[in-house]
């Protein structure tokens, strides 16, 4: 698929249902996320409009059509992880392997330094074997873009009467040299 015509920009909440088009397929079809079933569309809308309060959230669009999008949220829930966020991406199958993940996550990144957050966070669900449900490409992902690999839970989620590890990779941004205020997202512009 060609970059020709991709536009990055922020998510509105009367995306929701499109994103939640290519959500929901991957809840049905994959192991990449351990929900079980999709959210409702008020669920997934309130989700957003939660995160778009402290975080980015970004679709990529071509010709017009949203293609996939990407979100940071708060780091394991605590307000002293300010300063790091856990990242999120999901791709319309016809949009993978084609460059529009790594446009999303570069927009990401520098937002998220603008809002001082310099520690990145992906937690991505791994299989023990490749299968029709799960391969390492998320995991490819993320080590091409710079993150590492630091930790491995062990058979820690359960699909399609299948066991799949997960993983959590690691970007660090930048170092602070002094300590910044985090920026609420919704306070940027």
């Known amino acids: 698929m060609s970059m020709n015509n991709i536009t990055i920009r922020p998510a509105y909440l009367s995306d929701a249902e499109k994103l939640l088009n290519i959500y929901s397929p991957y809840v049905l079809h994959t192991a990449i996320t351990f929900n079980l079933t999709p959210p409702s569309p008020d669920e997934f809308r309130a989700k957003m409009e939660q995160t778009m309060q402290n975080y980015p959230y970004l679709v990529a669009e071509q010709n017009g059509e949203i293609v996939g999008y990407s979100y940071a949220s708060l780091f394991v829930g605590r307000d002293a992880y ?21 446009l999303l996550y570069e927009n990401m990144e ?10 990145l966070y992906a937690c991505v669900a791994a299989p023990i074997v490749e299968d029709e449900y799960l391969t390492n490409n998320s995991i490819d992902f993320h080590l091409h873009m710079g993150y ?33 205020a985090f920026i609420p997202y919704a306070n940027l512009y």
């Open 110 to 119: 520098k937002i998220l330094l603008s809002q001082n957050v310099f520690n």
């Open 82 to 102: 300010n300063h790091s966020a856990e990242m999120s991406i999901y791709l319309d199958k016809s949009h993978t392997h084609c460059g529009t993940g790594r």
């Open 148 to 180: 590492s690999l630091i930790g491995t839970f062990t058979r820690c989620g359960r699909k399609f009467d299948r066991w799949y590890n997960m993983v959590w990779l690691e970007k660090i941004l930048a170092s602070p040299q002094t300590p910044e």
